[in-house]
């Protein structure tokens, strides 16, 4: 029973590693998503004000180089908190060891119990594990917490960051390095291929409906479009 929780334990590292790697790649996909939209409502806003190229090119790698930023740095600040959490998590278990340790095997004893295993075979279990690790056993029995890996704020940022950037490009070349006849039928043409792959990506990395999610995002992009050419065209 005991090399079994081992094994458990391992999975339990694995999945955490694929979890981090997953958050990375979440901010990625949220991040080309917002840097698409944002890109193209800017976009749309001023060459429907105006056709002086510059201008509109200007606009729109001004608005890309905010949003990329500001991305990261919300990511950064999110991830950071979450991570703090986990290490305030991880230390007022530390106390709680130290003051009552009886309690804390006692919570790892239970665990087992409430999955079926046997009171005898649980304390043995619990005595096994503490005895080896007891701050790694009670954080991750506790608060689902792997001891020393925590989401890692910068991995999140700088995919975020990368990203943004790379979704707001494909609205703005298509925008400036079109012909004036052509530029907003390719623009739109980009964005609904971009959203539509975000779209695809996202399903896939939250194990939702593919389908739903390109419909979803192929809306919002729609309607970004339309709101900010008639914003341009009232102003």
């Known amino acids: 029973m005991v090399a079994n929780q081992e094994l458990r334990t391992k999975k339990v590292k694995q999945h955490q590693t694929m979890d981090e790697k997953l958050n990375t790649l979440r901010a990625g996909v949220l991040g080309s998503n917002d840097g698409i939209l944002t890109v193209v409502g800017v976009l749309f806003s001023v060459a429907a004000a105006t056709t002086n190229q510059f201008t509109i090119f200007i ?22 908190t979450q991570k703090d959490t986990e290490k305030a998590a ?14 804390q095997q006692a919570a790892v004893q239970r665990f087992y119990e409430d999955r079926g295993v046997t009171a005898a075979t649980s304390l043995a279990i619990a005595k096994d594990l503490m005895a080896k690790d007891a701050l790694g056993t009670v954080v991750n029995v506790k608060d689902d917490i792997q001891l020393g890996h925590y989401m890692n704020p910068w991995d999140a940022a700088f995919s975020s960051l990368f990203a943004a950037s790379l979704g707001g490009i494909f609205p703005l070349a298509a925008m400036t390095l ?35 999610a390109i419909v979803r995002n ?18």
Not at 59 to 80: I, T
Not at 90 to 103: I, P, Q, T
Not at 179 to 206: E, N
Request: proline share 2%; with cysteine.
């Open 90 to 103: 991880v230390a007022k278990e530390a106390k709680l060891l130290k003051s009552n340790y009886a309690d």
């Open 178 to 212: 079109f012909p004036a006849a052509t530029q907003w039928p390719a623009t739109i043409v980009a964005v609904l291929l971009s959203v539509t792959l975000t779209g695809f990506l996202s399903a896939k990395l939250g194990h939702g409906l593919v389908k739903t």
């Open 59 to 80: 606009a729109g790698l001004s608005d890309l180089l905010a949003c990329a930023f500001s991305m990261a740095s919300g990511e950064y600040a999110s991830v950071s």
């Open 218 to 235: 192929l809306i919002v992009g729609i309607i970004t479009m339309f709101i900010h050419y008639y914003v341009g065209q009232f102003f």
